[in-house]
């Protein structure tokens, strides 16, 4: 397969651009440029350098969204004015959080210049975030984009066939590497999941129980790498409660040319499930939140799960957590914990398995989630997560995962009880016998 134009853009490239630059000029009513500066300025404030709690990201591309294809003038201009009161609502929700961001003064005052240039009032009708692009991919996808931008396509002509690998991240978290690994992690802080020639996924992991080491995703940040004529760099960021269906820059494709019809994002539950498909690299993304968390999913030819050099560093999917960072699986599958009182345990089993009832390594991390933190949530996120193994997973033979296939390091586990077995009473008498012998021969 083609090598993509790589382009491994940080967060601190994406945000060299001067905030203020943008706006010199914006004060001069009627000037036409003043909405496409505002476009510019947007797309710089979307970009991943805001912080988890304020929430401008979600407004910035709520704006594009409503306002993409827009043209000034005639009844268009009441357009405007509905997405820039609805901008403004936005940036209101969140101005307590936003306190001292930069970024979103910035937005706040061109909103307010916008709104004089094209004389909308405060008072009025707002326009909420856009529909969502139909899930469908007969609705999406047409045959006019070249063979190349279609993975499945493009083997078929070589006479191949693409084998697929899955990996997952869910709860506290728990971890599926692409090669059907299981292991419970602590990775807390900001860990690459997947780091190849064509995608970048990235994971944030905050604390969940202050007096443990169990940490639980926050922030997914996803990048899709250029490639050839069919997709454009795109970026999508999902955050505790904000998963929105679009990229950072507010589009929900790969751009132009043949990028809507090789890479899109699809909205599958407002604000608790979105799909990616990467259409030109065969490739499926799940995010999903579950309470105050996120689940990853992910489906993957194995050829382009390959596509990276030595140099790319670690991958969380590819070779699992670090020893030093992989947890105690001693109070999973009934060995119990001297912490945990025996009704715990079963109180716990019990709730997991009105949702999971077989008792695989899901199960068992759903019991051990509930353990730790007490949050019913993480039900949920292993639930889901199985439900991704389902559909993602090309070998229904390994849905389900009963036995840890990596072992911990010394210190991170409980030493289980050495059994002793007694020797049969038969043997204890010849061994006396031949002590006894000894001193005669």
Known sequence: MPQPR?????????????????????????DPSGHRILQILTIVLCLPAVSCQCRILKCNSEYLSATS???????????????????????????????????????????????SQHNCSKVGPTHGPAPAQPTSPDCMVHSDA?????????LAQQGRQANYTHCGLFGDPHLRTFSDDFQTCKVRGAWPLIDNSYLFVQVTNVAVVHSSSATAASKITIIFKSFQECV????????????PAAFVDGS??????????????????????????????????????????????????EEIMNSFEENQGLQLCLRGCPTNERMDWALLQGRGHQDVPAHRSAAAAAKCKDKLPVEDLYFWSCVFDLLTTGDM???????????????????KDKFHIYHRTADLPPGNSCPEATVRHPLPFALLLLLCWICCSLPHL
């Open 6 to 30: 790589v382009s491994r853009v940080g967060e601190s490239d994406l945000c060299a651009t001067p905030v203020w630059a943008g706006w010199m000029g914006m004060g001069r009513r009627d």
């Open 252 to 301: 929900r494709n790969g751009g132009d040319k043949h990028g809507a019809n090789s890479l899109w994002v699809a909205e599958k539950s407002g604000g608790q499930h979105i799909e990616i498909q990467a259409r030109y690299i065969g490739t499926t993304v799940v995010v999903r939140q579950a309470g105050r968390y996120l689940t990853f999913a992910i489906r993957m030819p």
């Open 232 to 243: 454009e760099q795109k970026v999508y960021q999902a955050e505790t409660d904000d998963l």
């Open 377 to 395: 949530n993480f039900t949920l996120a292993a639930y889901y997560a199985l439900e991704d193994v389902k559909t993602l997973h090309s070998n």
């Open 69 to 115: 294809g827009l043209h000034q003038g005639g009844e268009e201009s009441v357009e405007f004015c509905v997405a820039l009161r609805a901008y403004s609502q936005c940036t209101r929700r969140t101005a307590r959080a936003c306190r001292g961001d930069l970024a979103y003064h910035s937005a706040v005052h061109g909103i307010e210049d916008l709104m």
């Open 146 to 154: 070249p063979e190349t931008c279609n993975y499945e396509k493009s």
